[in-house]
Structure formats: structure tokens, C-alpha cells
């Protein structure tokens, strides 16, 4: 996998043994989202960072699960987690810049709270189109940012170096529609709506289709 392959170290394993519960409250609150965005969706399912699992509850019955999750201390939870809703899949090691998956070789591609904390969201996006089929979708769930000139967004910018140290990386001022918009999809559906998560409220939700 190379340098990208993992994240290891003593955050690494801080961040997952608190991710279960916040995985869970947040899971709680965007429940309709995931729901919508996730239940007709079939054949080979590539999750970008799926943490603990908490999606495999909202997938439909027969789709493979490719979980690609870059916290080598979250891979137990995934694997029991797959066990406990009976989905066949896997779990693999690496992050969303370097996707280790053949072209064009997966259906659907899910991402939950993830663009907001890779490296590089670009590059991310350009690999998930590469490894979709074409006609293929990519359905995602962020926090996003606040517009600018607001209250929230200057909080936003002001505490990101503090939250994405605590976070695992998370930037709650990144503008990652637009970021979705330009990635080079053939066409985007995304609606805003806001949580009750303070800092990040502001989401987004929505299906962007390769061509």
C-alpha cells in the first residue's frame, strides 16, 4: 500500500476507542439519510472509511461489502460487525487516495463522515471514480461547511487545527460539495439540511452517477 496505507500510532487507537459511540450518536441522528441513500443498493459495495459499521445495518439484502478502512485497530469491530448482519464482504487495509481495487470494478461507492478527513479530498474523489463501473454511483453523507461570512464558519476556521488533531484529521470548514461537483461526475443530486452536531451542523447528503 505504501506510505498511504494506514494510520497507525497512539491517536489511531485513542480515535477508535471512542469512535463506537460517536459513530452511534451520529448514526442516530441522520438514521432517514442513510436509510434513503443506502437501501437500494446492489451487487459490489466499496465503503470508503467505514469505522465500525454502522452502514451494514441500512444495506439490502445480496450485495458484496468491500470495507476500506485505513484504522487497522477499527478492523475487529468491522469484521464482527459483518458476522452479526450476516453481509458477505471484506475488510481491507488502505485509504481513499489509493484504493487497492482493479478500474471499474465496483457498483456503488459509500463515504459517511469520511471526505471531511482525508488528506487529499481530490484525489479521493478521482479514485472513486476510477473504481466505479460506468453508470456506476457514488452516495455520500458529510458535514460540511458553513456558508461564508456566517458565525459558524468563523468558528469553523478558527478551531480547525485543534479539531482535526483531536479528530482524526476531520476539517469542519471543508467545502466538500463543491469539491464533489468538480470531481468530474456526470451528474450530482445533493440536498443541505443541518444536524444538531454544533460545529458541524451543516451537511450534505446525495448521489453522484459516473457516466
Not at 468491500?66 to 485497530?73: A, D, F, R, S, V
Amino acid at each position: 500500500m505504501g506510505s498511504m496505507g494506514a494510520k497507525g500510532g497512539l491517536r489511531a487507537r485513542f480515535f477508535a476507542a471512542l469512535l463506537p459511540t460517536l459513530s452511534q450518536g451520529h448514526a442516530h441522528v441522520s438514521e432517514p439519510w442513510r436509510r434513503r441513500l443506502l437501501g437500494d443498493l446492489a451487487g459490489t459495495v466499496l465503503e470508503i472509511g467505514p469505522g465500525t459499521g454502522v452502514n451494514l445495518a441500512y444495506l439490502p439484502d445480496g450485495v458484496y461489502w468491500i470495507g476500506l478502512e485505513p484504522n487497522p485497530h477499527l478492523h475487529p469491530w468491522l469484521e464482527t460487525a459483518l458476522r452479526q448482519r450476516g453481509v458477505l464482504g471484506e475488510v481491507l487495509l488502505g485509504q481513499a487516495e489509493e484504493i487497492p481495487l482493479p478500474q471499474e470494478s465496483v457498483d456503488a461507492v459509500v463515504a459517511t463522515l469520511v471526505l471531511c478527513s482525508v488528506e487529499d479530498p481530490r484525489r479521493a474523489l478521482a479514485e472513486i471514480l476510477r473504481v466505479l463501473k460506468p453508470g456506476g454511483r457514488f452516495v455520500f453523507l458529510e458535514h460540511v461547511a458553513a456558508p461564508r461570512g456566517s458565525g459558524l464558519r468563523w468558528a469553523q476556521d478558527l478551531l480547525c487545527p485543534l479539531w482535526a488533531f483531536l479528530g482524526d484529521g476531520c476539517h469542519p470548514n471543508r467545502e466538500t460539495l463543491a469539491l464533489i461537483r468538480e470531481a468530474g461526475f456526470a451528474r450530482v443530486e445533493a440536498a443541505s439540511f443541518a444536524l444538531p452536531l454544533s460545529l458541524v451542523a451543516p451537511h450534505v447528503a446525495g448521489v453522484a452517477w459516473k457516466e
